[in-house]
């Protein structure tokens, strides 16, 4: 049975996270690796996807954040309810949340419009279910060009990246990705910025806790934000209430663009509805739902 949270709890969590000082964010710019010592961020692409919770938990409970680049419409639709919850939850839990573009389509192949498409869809989706406005965006496949970085910066997003790939991905096998964390670690590297699939289900059913109990003792586990120093989110405010509008229909199918096809889908922009924190503070009152998958 899964635990849902009401709305005032997320509420809650967004009030303890807060915004941080000026002095914590910076203009965007490019980031390839962690800037602070004896530091190690573990970042997942492509969900939300059915291992998020059970990524969120394992890392809750060693005591260490992740770091979550979500896709709007990639293995699952991100406005599934069970999705919307895990999102919440994860959030509620510390971890970093980020934009992965709507459809996961590579931003090089696509046109200004196509480009901005995506990120507006994304950055639409984490207003609407977290109410935060995210600063990092990671361009699927790391595929990137002056064009997608300019975009990015006019959004205010920094591009996110990493130095180290488990390759998890794209077939490795378990042993494959553990002998990457173990160079890590026998290298005695400073930092570690590592790329890791939340879809793969070896990668939460075993490559987590490797990475969890090969890490933890020399290094700090941290969101990729705390780990380059920056504000993770551009703002923080209200997460809204879901509606008929939350949905995949008649949005870029994986892979996919708008403006294309026999019947293209019109190319939206500009800047998602905002919704301001309110001064109070919320109580903590999460719900339960039972028989929820």
């Excluded at 509420?11 to 530091?39: D, F, H, K, M, W």
Aim: aromatic share 10%.
């Amino acid at each position: 049975m899964y635990r849902r949270l009401a709305l005032s709890t997320l509420l809650a969590a967004s009030a303890v996270l807060g915004r941080p000082s000026l002095g914590y964010r910076t203009t965007p710019q490019v980031y390839e690796a962690c800037i602070n010592p004896n530091q190690i961020a573990l970042t997942f692409d492509d969900g939300p996807y059915i291992h998020l919770r059970s990524i969120s938990d394992q890392f809750t409970a060693a005591g260490a954040k992740a770091t979550f680049f979500f896709n709007g419409n990639n293995y699952d639709c991100i406005y599934a309810a069970d999705r919307i919850a895990d999102i919440r939850y994860a959030y509620a839990a510390g971890h970093m949340i980020g934009s992965h573009t709507w459809s996961h389509a590579d931003l090089t192949e696509l046109s200004t419009a196509q480009i901005q498409d995506g990120m507006f869809r994304m950055e639409e989706a984490l207003s609407r279910i977290l109410g935060v406005s995210p600063a990092f965006m990671r361009p699927p496949f790391g595929s990137y060009n002056d064009n997608v970085q300019s975009i990015a910066f006019g959004r205010g997003q920094s591009l996110a990246l990493w130095d180290t790939d488990t390759e998890d991905a794209d077939g490795a096998t378990v042993a494959f990705s553990e002998s990457v964390y173990n160079q890590v670690a026998t290298s005695k590297a400073k930092n570690a910025l590592i790329l890791e699939h939340e879809t793969v289900n070896t990668t939460d059913s075993k490559l987590v806790q490797y990475a969890l109990s090969l890490f933890r003792e020399r290094y700090k586990l941290v969101t990729l934000a705390e780990c380059v120093g920056v504000n993770p989110y551009q703002a923080i405010g209200v997460p809204q209430e879901q509606s008929a509008s939350w949905t995949c229909s008649g949005t870029p199918k994986p892979g996919k663009a708008c403006g294309t096809g026999s019947k293209p889908i019109t190319c939206e922009t500009g800047t998602p509805v905002f919704v301001s924190a309110s001064t109070s503070t919320p109580t903590l009152t999460p719900t339960h739902r039972a028989n929820s998958p």
